[in-house]
């Protein structure tokens, strides 16, 4: 099956840490631009980071301090790790993979990436 599969979302105390894995299968993920987005309850969906083929990164300015992404090409994945956390970052969590760098970093509709994973949720709360 061809598709982005998330994974290492849960639940988190206020400052903890947690790292979040997309994986895709059916096809490899060297050839995509990838980014990861959030959607928390009652709000629009917004974008966290991209990292282009060539390994150029893009943060949104005020998670680039506490987040991180990554990828490995031969594990086919795409990393997130989240550090210091709060409750305002819970959310679901998405990554999508798409040919267009462009439509990763300003934004698409979903169904208009080639590859957008069903998400993980992430619950920080004490």
């Known amino acids: 099956q061809v598709q982005l599969v998330e994974s290492g979302g849960g639940l988190v105390e206020p400052g903890g840490s947690l790292t979040l894995s997309c994986t895709a299968s059916g096809f490899s993920l060297d050839v995509y631009a990838v980014g990861w987005f959030r959607q928390a309850p009652g709000k629009e969906r917004e974008g966290i980071s991209s990292?282009?083929?060539?390994?150029?990164?893009y943060y949104v300015d005020y998670l680039r301090d506490r987040f991180t992404i990554s990828r490995d090409d031969v594990k086919n994945t795409v990393y997130l790790q989240l550090n210091r956390l709060n409750p305002e970052d819970t959310a679901v969590y998405h990554c999508a993979a798409d040919r267009d760098i462009k439509k990763i970093r300003l934004g698409a509709r979903t169904w208009e990436y080639d590859f957008y994973g069903q998400g993980t949720q992430v619950t920080v709360s004490s």
């Open positions: 990292m282009g083929r060539d390994g150029q990164t």
